[in-house]
């Protein structure tokens, strides 16, 4: 069972469209976290956030806390945006979807 | 700059070596984190520690034992390495703000192989 499901798991898309990402959880959660890997491991944190709406250059994020569901959204998408993006929940401790594999193709 | 910092990006050990992966952050952070990455399982957590001296088991703690001397420190013992223990280790600190807090920032990751 897991408490935080993404979707889609893989995803190519060509450079310039408009991507979502999406994030559906199941447990009680105080805020819910989208990160980035790229190739090679480290992850950096794009957003936290529990409630709305916010936005960071070409990405944003969205949550609607009564539905348990999150989006991130790439506008104009690069190929410099390809990476695995991660949603992840905070509640009693840290739970992780598995990952949607981005890659935009120039 | 925040900054958690592993001590090996790339790992070859054989199996039954005894590994130890050390993790340091420079934030002063109280909550620090061992996980592991695999194909389609995601980041599953070994071990937390919230204090100097105290840990935690998180989901997959067997053949895996922790260290936390000092704050900056957080280190990930493999007692005795085994082939399925070849692995993507990523640490992870956060500053305790209330029931796990805030944003965590993570390491670069350890891709470790077990021969």
């Known amino acids: 069972k897991n408490e935080v499901e993404q979707s889609p798991q893989n995803l190519t898309a060509q450079e310039g469209e408009f991507i979502t990402i999406n994030c559906s959880y199941s447990v009680g959660i105080s805020a819910l976290h989208w990160l980035q890997q790229h190739p090679g491991g480290g992850i950096v944190s794009l957003f936290m956030l529990s409630s709305g709406k916010k936005k960071h250059g070409r990405l944003i994020a969205t949550i609607n806390i009564q539905e348990k569901h999150s989006s991130l959204h790439i506008t104009a998408s690069h190929p410099r945006d390809s990476a695995v993006y991660i949603c992840?929940?905070?509640?009693?401790?840290?739970?992780f979807g598995t990952g949607t594999s981005l890659t935009v193709i120039p | 700059d925040v900054k958690v910092t592993q001590s090996s990006r790339y790992l070859v050990k054989r199996t039954g070596e005894k590994v130890f992966l050390e993790c340091v952050q420079d934030?002063?952070?109280?909550?620090m984190f061992w996980y592991r990455q695999d194909p389609g399982l995601g980041l599953r957590l070994i071990y937390f520690s919230y204090d100097v001296k105290m840990k935690e088991k998180g989901d997959i703690p067997e053949g895996y034992s922790v260290s936390r001397e000092k704050k900056e420190r957080f280190s990930l013992i493999l007692e005795s390495a085994s082939t399925n223990q070849t692995s993507m280790y990523l640490c992870?600190?956060?500053?305790?703000?209330?029931?796990?807090?805030?944003?965590?920032?993570f390491g670069q990751g350890t891709r470790l192989t077990v021969v």
């Open positions: 992870a600190s956060s500053l305790w703000t209330g029931p796990w807090g805030t944003e965590a920032f």
């Open positions: 992840a929940v905070t509640g009693n401790q840290f739970y």
């Open positions: 934030m002063d952070h109280e909550n």
